[in-house]
């Protein structure tokens, strides 16, 4: 049983490592314990990563100068049609083991193959509908005894039949889909038009409360670990994000939300990891809620690794813990794993932002790293990666684009890090320092139109 940093280092660096995500520092645990020699992925690194991570970035953003909404496994798809021409030859011969954020795809392995690697596969979650489809988890999770909001599934969206019964405000899913794409609040007629016209679709009561994930992770021996609670930011005013999209999270906000929900939501992760198990299932999973004073509604489960892990991993590592990355690596490689996780609020924040305007070209952005707010400017303090080299007073910035890449609409303009909150508690609205930090980012930028 693995329960150490340094024996999972070791165990993870036996062969070099590829891993497929959309964006690196998804990645950044992993890349700190120098377990990936390669990485794919849609968006490109920032200008430091690849002399600080000794890997080598392979990126659809570098090769196109595009930065777009890309739904993940289309842009990979096109990088991975791109490889021939453009990676010299670096794959010849090589083995290497696969650390996927991404479900690995057949004609991913099939191309990467012909190119000369040799893929050592780790192990497949079981293909069983709860896993990826919401409407099948709803019943799921009732059958488990968790709360859920009134719904019903459909095959046509009739405005007149969904307002009698649910009122004036309801959510349309598509049964797949993640970080928002799929998801569409309704709140007339005209929005049903906006949704692509076929079903079947989940339909939700829409619930005011605080959206709340969860992580867990169940070990190869069945063992069920319930990790710390964050306040998911997916409907923050002045980020330029639609309703649903993933904007971010914040792990110290949960401090000031009912202790009795979060206990309530904590004996759910407990139960839906229990199940899980019992269906074969190993490595890490994320619940999420919206909490409506004491009583946690569960709105849907991820069997995999989401976009609070990473910085889950950086709390973790801040604490001389095993991260929770890790752990679902070695888990899926079938070495248990065990660890002592922290579950009290703890500084950690991350805010996406959005282009917002019509597509336009970089001219001038700034550099990725620390910086802090001075007289409502940023000023570059030094090379910085995650959370772990930013002070108490700093932010960091990630996965900011280059001069001369093109922004579509949506797509995302930066990531700011910080060990404090940038949002109220509900992650709704920003805080006055968040504005700033935001107001003084989109000031160091220079577009124009294309």
Not at 178 to 191: F, I, K, M, P, Q
Request: charged letters at 20%; one cysteine or more.
């Amino acid at each position: 049983m693995i329960t150490s940093y340094d024996e999972a280092i070791r165990r993870l660096t036996v062969r070099p490592g590829l891993a497929l995500a959309a964006r690196p520092f998804l990645l950044l645990p992993l890349l700190r314990a120098g377990c990936l020699s390669h990485v794919l992925s849609v968006e490109a690194a920032d200008q430091a990563w690849e002399g600080q991570f000794d890997a080598e970035f392979h990126s659809l953003e570098k090769l196109t100068r595009v930065r777009d909404n890309t739904v993940t496994s289309a842009g990979i798809d096109d990088l991975v049609r791109r490889l021939p021409g453009s990676d010299g030859g670096t794959w010849r011969g090589r083995e290497l083991g696969l650390i996927s954020y991404l479900a690995l795809k057949p004609r991913w392995q099939s191309a990467l193959e012909d190119l000369g690697a040799r893929l050592v596969l780790p192990y497949s979650p079981p293909a069983v509908s709860v896993l990826s489809d919401k409407i099948a988890q709803r019943e799921w999770f009732r059958s488990i005894g968790a709360r859920t909001p009134l719904d019903t599934v459909v095959g046509d969206l009739d405005h007149l039949v969904l307002r009698r019964r649910f009122g004036h405000s309801y959510v349309v899913q598509t049964p797949r889909g993640s970080n928002g794409r799929g998801t569409h609040l309704v709140t007339g007629a005209e929005d049903l038009g906006r949704i692509t016209p076929t079903g079947p679709w989940l339909v939700s009561q829409y619930t005011e409360g605080v959206p709340v994930n969860i992580h867990g992770l169940v070990s190869a021996d069945d063992a069920v670990s319930v990790l710390r609670a964050s306040v998911q930011l997916t409907r923050t005013d002045g980020i330029g994000a639609p309703f649903g999209a993933y904007s971010g999270c914040d792990f110290e906000a949960p401090a000031l939300l009912p202790p009795l929900a979060l206990s309530r939501a904590r004996d759910v992760v407990e139960r839906i990891g229990r199940q899980l198990a019992g269906l074969g299932y190993r490595g890490l999973f994320g619940a999420d809620f919206v909490l409506c004073g004491d009583q946690p509604l569960l709105l849907e489960a991820n069997c995999r690794m989401q976009g609070s892990t990473w910085l889950l991993g950086e709390l973790e590592l801040a604490e001389n813990a095993l991260p929770s990355s890790l752990r679902h690596v070695l888990e899926r490689y079938g070495l248990t794993t065990r660890a002592d996780p922290g579950l009290d609020p703890a500084g950690g924040c991350q805010l996406v932002i959005r282009h917002t305007g019509a597509p336009a070209r970089v001219l001038a952005a700034p550099t990725g790293g620390v910086h802090r707010l001075k007289d409502g400017l940023l000023h570059r303090c030094g090379d910085g990666f995650g959370l772990l080299e930013c002070g108490t007073d700093d932010c960091v910035l990630l996965q900011l684009p280059s001069a001369g890449t093109v922004l579509h609409p949506g797509a995302p303009l930066a990531r700011l890090v910080a060990r404090y909150s940038l949002t109220t508690p509900d992650g709704s609205t920003l805080r006055p320092h968040g504005r700033q930090l935001v107001d003084a980012l989109h000031a160091q930028f220079t577009l124009e139109p294309c």
